[in-house]
Each structure stands twice: as structure tokens, then as C-alpha cells.
T-cell receptor
Framework: DAGVTQSPTHLIKTRGQQVTLRCSPI?????VSWYQQVLGQGPQFIFQ???????GRGNFPDRFSARQFPNYSSELNVNALLLGDSALYLC???????????????FGSGTQLSVL | GDSVTQMEGPVTLSEEACLTI???????????LFWYVQYPGEGLQLLLK?????DKGSNKGFEATYRKETTSFHLEKGSVQVSDSAVYFC???????????FGQGTRLTINP
């Protein structure tokens, strides 16, 4: 079975540009979350989506947006890129998104974004 | 708000040594606690978890006990292997929350 897949694996952009990152969850999973991992730090929560609805949002500016499609895949968009947006962006999926219970969260390998 | 503090790395050990990575947390109520591992070039993988006080999570020889009185969830292994070299993250999820809150990670290197 395929795990969580993310594309592209690496991306280089310049300041001020816009970027779209893509995520396909594990088959049957209806919830997708996005995390930002800056080098040397732990992942920071950006968004959670369930059944195409935003369920949670972290402390990120409005330049960050996301959506979930009917097939449960998801896109993360970042506008007006800043140097500080350089990070590994991780997507995670689960069946219902109830991560405090016995439901397991599965992570993709991430998209490494470099902003020059 | 919720937070997780891990011992700073990097940690370097010889094969078959004992390992302890300290983790303490701040949260309201009774969060679920997790250890995730990140191997080079890969995403995070759940190593173990505990959902209530005094629970012990275990997997692949690693153990961690949920200590409510000390707000801790230290990761331990009695005999480490070279293949355990990775970055380890402690994390929590408060009841009803949609997110994991991670510590800063501890890089572990095991030398043969």
C-alpha cells in the first residue's frame, strides 16, 4: 500500500514568489494535516483538514492557505515567499484526524522548500 | 499554551550503550504523549505513545512512561544499535486538539 505521498520533493523559489505543495493521503484516510519543519527545530502545525473542511489552523500568517479536494488530497499554498519560509513541509494523514486518541498519524517524506 | 522540552543534542553513544532522552511537557488536562523518529531523508514515524498517566509505551526495544507528577515522558533503551541513529521528537496532543506539539528534536548518533 502506498504511504502519504508529497510532491515535489525539492523546490527552489525566490522571495516574493508563490508556491503550491501537494499531498496525497493514504487510501481511506479523510484527514490531512500540514506541518512546517525549520532546520534544527521540531515540526510546527499549520493546518488540519477533514472532509474538505478546515478543522484547525496554527499560528501562521494569511500568506499560508490550504484546501482539500473530494478525493481527500490536499494542497498547501504560500504567497509572497520570505527567506524564513525555507523549511521542510510535511503532510500527514489519518482516518478521522483524532490524533489524541488511538488513531495513528502517518507522515510523508516532505517537500524541501528553499527560498533565495 | 502547550509546549514540549527535550534534552538538547546531539547525543553520541557507542553501540550497546544505554540511552535516555529526556522530555518534559506543559499542558492543561491530560494530553496524549508520543515519541516520533525521523531517519535521514524520511518523514516522521511514530515510535511509541501513551494516552494516560502511568501508561508505558514500547516499541523496538524503546520504552517511555507517562509520568503525570513530573510531567515527563523520557525515552529509554537498554542497548542501542547503529541503526537507531536518527532524530527523535517528543510530542503531545491535548484532548480534542487537531494538532501535535513537538519538541525541538534530539539527534542521536550511534558509533560501532
Amino acid at each position: 500500500d502506498a504511504g502519504v505521498t508529497q510532491s515535489p520533493t525539492h523546490l527552489i523559489k525566490t522571495r516574493g514568489q508563490q508556491v503550491t505543495l501537494r499531498c496525497s493521503p493514504i487510501s481511506g484516510h479523510k484527514s490531512v494535516s500540514w506541518y512546517q519543519q525549520v532546520l534544527g527545530q521540531g515540526p510546527q502545525f499549520i493546518f488540519q483538514y477533514y472532509e474538505k473542511e478546515e478543522r484547525g489552523r496554527g499560528n501562521f500568517p494569511d500568506r499560508f492557505s490550504a484546501r482539500q479536494f473530494p478525493n481527500y488530497s490536499s494542497e498547501l499554498n504560500v504567497n509572497a515567499l520570505l527567506l524564513g519560509d525555507s523549511a521542510l513541509y510535511l503532510c500527514a494523514s489519518s482516518f478521522l484526524g483524532r490524533i489524541a486518541t488511538n488513531e495513528k498519524l502517518f507522515f510523508g517524506s516532505g517537500t524541501q522548500l528553499s527560498v533565495l | 499554551g502547550d509546549s514540549v522540552t527535550q534534552m538538547e543534542g546531539p547525543v553520541t553513544l557507542s553501540e550497546e550503550a544505554c540511552l535516555t532522552i529526556n522530555c518534559t511537557y506543559t499542558a492543561t488536562g491530560y494530553p496524549s504523549l508520543f515519541w516520533y523518529v525521523q531517519y535521514p531523508g524520511e518523514g516522521l514515524q511514530l515510535l511509541l505513545k501513551a494516552t494516560k498517566a502511568d501508561d508505558k509505551g514500547s516499541n523496538k526495544g524503546f520504552e517511555a512512561t507517562y509520568r503525570k507528577e513530573t510531567t515527563s515522558f523520557h525515552l529509554e533503551k537498554g542497548s542501542v544499535q547503529v541503526s537507531d541513529s536518527a532524530v527523535y521528537f517528543c510530542a503531545l496532543a491535548s484532548q480534542g486538539a487537531q494538532k501535535l506539539v513537538f519538541g525541538q528534536g534530539t539527534r542521536l548518533t550511534i558509533n560501532p
